[in-house]
Structure formats: C-alpha cells, structure tokens
C-alpha cells in the first residue's frame, strides 16, 4: 500500500511533483468506485462491467522496503478489481507502507469482519484518512456463498433505494 502519482491532462494545474497529481493504491491497484451502483448490488445483482474480481493477490513488484522502491509502483494502475474467497478460506493480510513518497501510518481496517469471516458479500476494506480514500487507497473482497440455502446471502430487498 503506498501513494503514486498520475500524469495531469494537458492544460490543467495540478499538485503532485512533476506536473502530476496524488494517487494511492494497494498492491499497485489505484481503486476507482462505481458510480451507478454499490459493488454489493453489482455483486448480488450479477452486473457486467462494473468490477472484475482479479485484484492481485501479492503486489506485482517484490522489494526490499529498505532499500530504493522500483519506479513501476509509483504509477498506480486504476481500476474496480476485487478478490474473491471461497466462504471458510483462511488468508493472511499483510499492510506495508510502500513509502514512495513518504512514510506515513494509515488508519485501516476491513469493514464487516472482527477477523473471523463470518458474512458472505463485498467488504470494503480502506484507509480511513478521507483524501487517501478519494486517490483510491481501498479494495474490496468478494465472500462467495456456501452450498446451503440458509448459509447464502440474502438478495437485496425490493425497496433498497438505488444509488
């Protein structure tokens, strides 16, 4: 997890060094939330192009976080990736500041658990500092059903407002 830099459009002014503007990501993923629907919805609800469940499982560069960080991690891919868990998996989540532009602690945790997986669905996991949220500083799980008809997220009721 760390903070990356986006090249600016032409003609606008932006803050980041090198005419560029901040960005933040999970293993080098920039997430970019949907805007026509919840990613629950998107889930329970099996619409296309509104995320796509590949979010990568180790960053893609491996580095000593002492020594110089690879330039590729600075430039943050964007995109609505999310990981996908069979209900029951056990998993192993490690939070590493990348410390691309500077160190800093971030405030995270991963709504709906108390790290025992206990509710299938789409969980948001993200840093709690607003404005690293807005660069994209989240992920998101997909916890699939398990095989009973009681242990299978319910649909959304028919008056859940839209968003």
Known sequence: MGFGFFNCTPGTRCQGPNNTWFGASMNNVSSVLPNRVS??????QKSHNIYTPDFPPVPPLQFDSTCNVPRGLGQPVKGTRLYKLKFGSCVQIILQDTSIFSTEDHPVHLHG?????VGQGVWLMHCHIDTHLAWGFAMAYIVENRVGESEMLLP?????PEC
């Open 39 to 44: 990613l629950l919805q998107a889930y329970t």
């Open 113 to 117: 658990y108390h790290f025992n997986i």
């Open 156 to 160: 959304p009721p028919s008056d859940l």
